[in-house]
């Protein structure tokens, strides 16, 4: 019997090592057929992105969208595989000698390896229907400005250029004068009030020239929701343009700052014609450059007259001026010293504000004399009053962190959150926790923007600085004198300042938003603290003594650019704070970061080449920010992370094999143990994923989550999709799936895994655990977004009388086949009251979407979507109302605020709503698929029965559906469907095109 089981167990193993020969051969014996087949299915899927992104293109240009996110990670995707293969395409022959064999079975499998990614991708191609998102307010962005000076010099120019947009026979307009006059600050007032408005545009773009033709190209193209492919170049970009301005059919474009004229033919503008409609305004200091880019009509921004100059000056200066005769009387000289520029009048005044000492007034008015003596430029002029206000800040410390502002290009918009950590790592801001010194940061900020040094502007919810180019000219001026430093940026370089111009006395270097291509020397500037080399491609690498004689060093930026090692030097910078290499997409060798002891700030996020640890990294102490998100880097370390005492932000989320387990074992490839993350107590930022709710639910008891400033959290093994936009301070995103612990969890259990301060919560595969979300929920909470997903108990989300979502602003519902209402019968006021946006997917119980009391609730509501639920009857349900006579009605609906409606794939829906509804600034229906649906109420367009429909009765601007369906419709008022087929536009998904999806559903 043991002869027999030997020879069972031999030839057992024969079988085997059989196999692996035979496999192994397979990859050896046609190398050259395996890389042809590669080649063949790279280029077939290289071309059917190219198709992809011409028909998403046009539909965004022609439906004023934008791409989705999961479509541009498709976009991502296939760009990274093909990276890859053109790499191992390139090294194929490359191996000779004793590992020929090996190295050419190891290319054959990363050849099939390959080849099933191909695959995969091409199974994966975006459906159009899911490839395009068409934002709510589409006719062009609301301009953060400064509002606008209410005095009759320049509501005069306002209304002369508000004429000429008008005047079908004015095409091209140019605005121009001085700095600082106020050019900006009219042309923003008239493009806000063209957006808000119903003008005659359907494009409104606000867009600062650049001496870079491209860079404006770029601008516009964002604008306009077109992308560009690498290859393209500017005449490409141009034909492009010129295509995407013509579906727009007619389009206001103001172009700010231009300096110098400007081709708008090379550029892909169309040239503005009285038959198009379009309208060109430039900005400009200079009437020369108005008459060389041929302007029709020019408008001058003149200097305000003495009278209101003076009204501006009492206004910013404060109370004390008018109620003291004597401080009067200099006040009034001061004013006159402004020379009537509302820049300087503004700023000085600001700079003077409640000043009660007449003495102060004395020395403002003789300092602003004395600098005029000497001076015959009047901007020199204008110089010398701003620096007034620079003069009167509290101490040296915000005067440089005032300067520090000036090292960002001219025009560049600051983050906020940016410009104070680089303060903090010039030792500004004093010291403290990181929290504390944002907020000091954020005091300062406040300050510079009240002294009018500043300009806040905000954008997508961040908070961006700018300075004013006078402003910005002044700080150089001073820093010319103050501190010497080089600062290039945005200025097209493509190489460093020669040698010569990098001095020992050199404290501050920006080369920011160049196109540096390589450094070959080492400058000898021992007292630099900050060298600021971001968004630059460095082609080929740095030289590694680039560093040897910069040993004062605090800050280096070297993010975005294309750089793949950093220099050996590097290593010997011992008092570096800040090493900054985000987005650096080639790097992959740092040297030892050992003796760099006394840096507190570490970034490598999204260089996805980075695969390995720095050496050293154990040393670095005094590290309070460490950032490897989305790396390819495979382990942390064991025992690394309890050594960062000081820490205080901890992001690793996005990196494949970083993460927390309940254990630290080498059976996990989750590295980071929850006991390590126990020695960071300080910290109050953390983004991370964790393995599974048993390391949840420990690392919970180690750190309080709910004391934290910000945390995003991924519990399990969650979609990238459904995890990479966490947009909220406080989000968590957890899988409540069997295999990640989360079976016989009771509800108190559920509901203690939910940090009470969290804001946006994602819920995904929970089999019969959650009934409702209200029920895990605390009262009290700020809850702004939810995403519930494949939780197939979940019945509702609120349960009658209940209100603990009345923060909730955005909820998004996929696959739950058993919720049968969104809230219970019972409604109490102000529930769901701040919610704006509500999307609905693959819910096959729910007949109805809103009932009886709840939609009267619903006054934020901005934007309502449902695809694909199946048994869904009525949008909302129809409440009947018995009056004293017997007879009943249906409640009249108001949604004032609804602007986006969106219908898609509901077979059995066959009403909106049976009563009166009124819908006062909706601008787009999407109905597809929805064949039993007969009739749309007027009162979804703000009409009144009997009511023409015209550009200024509705706020309406397309109806997106298919022409059977609008062919099929039945009216109530004989006229309606006449009036509203101009606004009616073929859907996308109905088009016969060659990416039309299978199935009408695809999550």
Known sequence: MEVLG?????????????????????????????????????????????????????????????????????????????????????????????????????????????????????????????????????????????????????????????????????????????????????????????????????????????????KVQQDIARRLGLTFQDADDERARASKLLEAFDRKKTFALILDEVWEPLSIEEVGIPFPTAENGCKLVIITRSRTVCKDMETDKDVEVKLLSENEAWNLFNDKAGELVPSDPDVQSIAMEVAKQCCGLPLAIVTVGRALRNTVDIREWEDALQELRTSTTSIHNFEEVVYSRLKLSYSKLEDDARRYCFLFCALYPKGHLIDENELINYWVWEDLLGGGSMVDMKRKGQKIIRQLISACLLDLKIGNGVRYVKLHDLIRDMALTIMSTKRRCIVKAGMGQVKLPPPQ?????????????????????????????????????????????????????????????????????????????????????????????????????????????????????????????????????????????????????????????????????????????????????????????????????????????????????????????????????TSLAIDMGERHGARNLSEAEITELIPRNVMELVIHNSDRTIKRLSLHLLDGMCLKTC???????????????????????????????????????????????????????????????????????????????????LAMEELIEGERNTNAKGSSHAAKVILLKLQRLRLIDLPRLESIYNGDIQCDSLRTIEVVHCNALKKLPLGLFGIEEGQQISRSTTTLEQIACETEWWESLQWDQPQAKHLLQPYVVIHPWTRRDPFAPSSSHTL
């Open 6 to 214: 030997c020879v069972s167990s031999t030839l057992g193993l024969c079988c085997s090592l059989h196999e692996v020969i035979r496999e192994n051969y397979k990859h050896f014996r046609a190398p050259r057929r395996s890389i042809q087949r590669l080649d063949n299915f790279m280029q077939e899927l290289d071309t059917c992105k190219r198709d992809v992104e011409h028909e998403v293109n046009r539909l965004c240009i022609q439906n004023r969208a934008r791409p989705t996110n999961r479509c541009n990670f498709w976009f991502n995707r296939v760009d990274g595989v093909k990276t890859e293969v053109n790499k191992l395409l390139d090294e194929n022959g490359s191996h000779r000698g004793c590992c020929f064999i090996c190295s050419r079975i190891k290319m054959g499998k990363l050849i099939e390896e390959k080849i099933r990614e191909i695959c995969e991708l091409r199974l994966d191609v975006p459906h159009l229907e899911h490839s395009i998102f068409v934002p709510v307010d589409n006719i062009g962005d609301l301009l953060s400005a400064i509002p606008m000076v209410e005095y009759e010099t320049h509501k005069q120019i306002l209304m002369k250029i508000w004429e000429f947009l008008l005047d079908k026979k004015v095409r091209r307009i140019g605005v121009w004068g001085m700095g600082g006059a106020g050019k900006t600050t009219i042309m923003s007032e008239i493009h806000n009030r063209l957006v808000k408005g119903r003008s005659q545009f359907n494009c409104i773009i606000w867009v600062e020239a650049s001496k870079d033709p491209r």
């Open 501 to 729: 111009e990098w001095k020992e006395d050199v404290q501050w270097a920006s080369l920011m938003r160049n196109d540096v291509k390589y450094i070959g020397f080492n400058p000898m500037c021992p007292r630099l603290t900050s060298l600021l080399l971001q968004c630059n491609s460095f082609e080929q690498n740095i030289s590694d003594d680039f560093f040897d004689n910069m040993q004062g060093l605090k800050v280096l930026d070297l993010s975005y650019t294309g750089i793949s090692a950093l220099p050996m030097s590097l290593s010997d910078l011992k008092n570096l704070r800040a090493l900054i290499c985000s987005q650096c997409w080639n790097l992959i060798r740092v040297p030892s970061l050992a003796r760099l002891t006394k840096l507190e700030y570490l970034d490598f996020s999204f260089s996805r080449s980075l695969t390995e640890l720095p050496e050293g990294m154990e040393h670095l102490t005094n590290l309070r920010h460490l950032d490897f998100s989305c790396t390819s880097v495979q382990n942390l370390g064991a025992g690394l992370l309890s050594k960062f005492t000081l820490l205080e932000e901890l992001l690793i989320l996005g990196s494949p094999m970083i993460g927390v387990s309940s254990k630290s074992t080498n059976s996990y490839s989750y590295a980071v143990g929850v006991e390590e993350i126990g020695y960071c107590h300080k910290l109050s930022l953390v983004h991370m994923q964790l393995r599974d709710i048993t390391a949840y639910r420990r690392i919970v008891k180690c750190l309080q989550f709910s004391q934290m400033k910000e945390f995003k959290l991924v519990v399990g093994s969650l979609d990238d999709d459904d995890t990479s936009l966490l947009l909220e301070r």
């Open 787 to 869: 995403n519930i997903k494949w939780c197939f108990g979940m019945e509702c989300i609120l349960e009658s009388e209940e209100n603990n979502l009345s923060q909730l602003e955005r909820m998004k519902l996929y696959d739950l086949p058993h919720l049968r209402m969104i809230c219970g019968e019972a409604v109490i006021p102000g529930t769901l009251k701040n919610l704006k946006r509500i999307h609905v997917e693959g819910c096959d119980s729910l007949k109805f979407l809103f009932q009886k009391q709840l939609i009267l609730e619903l006054k934020s509501l901005e934007e309502i979507s449902i695809v694909h639920c």
